[in-house]
């Protein structure tokens, strides 16, 4: 032997690795005709003629097997007793003198594979990310889908510019130990484009025979599948498919790679669905994850736009123009909003619209007229068949939506008329469905002006107690009914509305004008939502004098009694007048009753609830709010957990008093409710405080904070900043603790609220005392002790007087 191999030394050294197969039924590939000639790296018909010279020298022996993956046997070649003596040199020879045996040494023994990981890890050229901004999350989420075991693909999604391509070779230039494979796919791609490209691949990492193999022309995809799961069954090699929707013709040898792929890790970047995986592969198998790119956050939107010079006004109107497309903010040399718009609209047109067909072009327009994602069968018939090759995308099983930045496109590139129509079809479609939130948005688009006065005047609870009510609000904002028949009772469903977005004033200027109305009974309930609008502003004397009216008006309505009575009983509750609140409140139920009202008889019963609290009678309140929930929809339930966790509260039990104030917050950010989500979070810090966990009740009420303060709600700004004062007392921090309550006390000062500025001087003194400082404390208290008497609240005068004998025994102080 010289100092490389001859081809025949090159088979014997191959062959000595399959000694173990000779009394197998079913042999490796590697030792056919094809295989020994793949993995010596020489042609067939020379593998051939080695062969044979071989087996005539009884070197080898022939033999008809089972091929794994063989359609057949076929012929397969042994090492003969003489052959194993001499395939035993050889290999000694290449392990003493250290040299290449030209042999796949994949395939052979342990020692020598690892020479080729060592000087064997080459990547493509995968394409430079000069600047990355935005997409920590998309990032994040993208490493940890390929962290996880039972994921083969990850599919990054979106529109064209929208950044798949710049997000996926960020990834890989993240990967470590991997051999990075990249391949940017092209319509008129075939198999053999993509296969010459895997082939160089697999050669420059020292996977000669697979590398021959796919460059031969003859490949059959069986054998192949074959060869990559023995290549691919140790980690180490990651394989990006750019474009992979883009060829029909490539999807088949996907789909057979993604089963071969072994240990390996595929990523594609798609603007539709890839058509070699299906929906069963996401969902139930778990084998394939995908991420969804929109554009850029806001911030990282206006950084693209600073490092080309563009800041402050213009850039934000550009940023919202662009809806953050990565593409779009590079693109646009205009400095105004208009003229950005117009560019992208261009964009848009020449990528998506204009080589489109007619019926394609259809369907993105009617998607764009919806505002969340919609089933097919919203889809017209005549639209169904383009779904799949268009650019809607499956947000949920069965769920679609186009993209946000095409949605602004394909909604402006309508005539009003084309909008009006489309809208109309939806509009139709929620009939059926029964969604009348969404009904009536399209019919108000679609200028079906008198039918949506009749369902917000006849379906306004439905309307009020579903949904998101601050986009309920937006929608009737600028809704003016005028069919006399509708206007009162839709005017109080838009006013209700207003109330429950956090729009007190807006409210109230429309209340103000149907309480004038010459309708008695529209009159006596815009009384009632007056008066709890003034009730939540804790101006209960106000508030008492509009049900009051509301009562004379309503005397023969029994619905309308049944509000005006629940009303009374509320206030009386804040009053601390507890049985005379329960003797109103009970009577609004038995109202409701007689007006077949459930709705009225639940809201009467979970105000009874209150009532309970305020007694004391904690487990009783429970009950009445566990069987009032059943019957309210989404909206009435956020304030049933509320109660729920203040009412656990009292009872010690605080972890299931959490759970309840969460779900509150939870609820009342899905259905739009600033001022519940505001109150629950004040709720919710209270109870944090009790179980120690003060720096995440800071958090909660400086949330609360943020809302209370756009909504200029007095009260919600003084209980957040009173509950702050309470997080720092409890800490001993005592200074800062008298700052925030003096804080809660002073956004009182223009509000008509005696009760709650006496509640808040109880707290500071009470704090004062614990301080230490008991003649201030002493002179808040009896502060608050005035304002009581005059309000006549007996629960909060007992406490009052409870703190002040304290400070006259001379109580301890807290921590002596």
Known sequence: MAGELTVSERILFHLNNYVKFEDKYEVPFDITQDGISQSCSISRAHAAIELKKLKASGIIEERLSHVRRGKARRKVYFLTQTGKARSAKVVQYVKDNDIRPMVDPAKIAPELATSRGRFMRRSSETPSVRVFLGRERELEAAHHFLETPSVKVLTIRGIAGIGKTTLAAKLCSELKDQRVFWYSSKPWDGPKTLEDSLSKFFFDNGGRKLASYLSSGKEELGELSFLLNEELTENGYTFVFDDADSS?????????????????????????????????????????????????????????????????????????????????????????????????????????????????????????????????????????????????????????????????????????????????????????????????????????????????????????????????????????PAKPRYRDSALLVKARAAGLAGRLEASWTILESVSNSDDVRASAEALVEMGSIMSKRDDLEQASALFTRALEKAKEMPCERAKALRGLGVVEGKLGNHQRAQDLLEKSALDAMAAMDQKGMLLAHMELGNVFIGRGMYDDAIDHFSKCAAGFGPVELTNVYIKMGVANAFLGNLDVAEIHLANAVK??????????????????????????????????????????????????????????????????????????????????????????????????????????????????????????????????????????????????????
């Open 248 to 480: 029909d013709s490539l999807q088949d040898f996907l789909r057979m790679f993604k089963q071969s792929s072994g240990s390996a890790k595929i990523i594609v970047t798609a603007e539709s669905e890839p058509k070699f995986y299906d929906s069963e592969d996401v969902v139930a198998k778990r084998e394939v994850a995908e991420i969804e790119l929109g554009g850029l956050d806001t911030k990282a939107a206006l950084h693209v736009l600073r490092n080309r010079g563009i800041e402050g006004p213009v850039a934000d109107e550009l940023v919202k123009a662009t809806n953050g497309h990565p593409l779009s903010l590079e693109m646009v040399t205009a400095s105004t909003p208009i003229e950005a718009r117009y560019q992208l609209s261009k964009f848009f047109e020449e990528k998506f619209y204009s080589g489109s067909p007619e019926v394609e072009r259809a369907l993105l327009q009617f998607a764009s007229v919806f505002q969340k994602p919609f089933p097919q069968e919203a889809l017209p018939r005549e639209l169904r068949p383009s779904r799949k090759r268009s650019m809607l995308r499956e947000v949920s099983p069965g769920k679609f939506e186009i993209h946000a930045s095409l949605r602004e496109f394909a909604y402006g590139s309508m005539t009003p008329e084309e909008k009006g129509r489309w809208h109309s079809v939806a509009a139709d479609y929620y009939l059926k469905a029964g969604d009348v939130q969404e009904r009536l948005y399209h019919l108000l688009h679609a200028n079906r002006r008198l039918e949506a006065e009749m369902l917000v005047a006849r379906s306004g609870d439905d309307l009020l107690s579903s949904g998101d009510v601050r986009r309920l609000w937006g929608m009737l904002s600028e809704f003016e």
């Open 667 to 816: 609820l009342a950010e899905t259905t739009g409710q600033p001022r519940h989500r505001a109150s629950a979070l004040t709720s919710l810090a209270e109870v944090l405080i009790k179980e120690g966990k003060t720096e995440q009740a800071k958090e909660d009420c400086f949330a609360a904070l943020d809302v209370v303060t756009e909504l200029k709600d007095c009260l919600g700004i003084s209980a957040a900043y009173s509950n702050l004062g309470l997080a720092e007392r409890v800490s001993g921090n005592f200074g800062q603790s008298e700052e925030y309550y003096l804080e809660s006390l002073k956004v009182l000062n223009e509000s008509s609220a005696p009760l709650m500025v006496a509640t808040r001087k109880l707290e500071l003194g009470s704090m004062l005392r614990e301080k230490g400082d008991t003649e201030r404390a002493k002179e808040v208290l009896e502060d608050s002790r005035e304002s009581l008497a005059d309000a006549d609240s007996k629960d909060l005068l007992k406490r009052v007087d409870l703190e002040l004998s304290r400070i006259s025994s001379g109580a301890p102080r807290i921590g002596h």
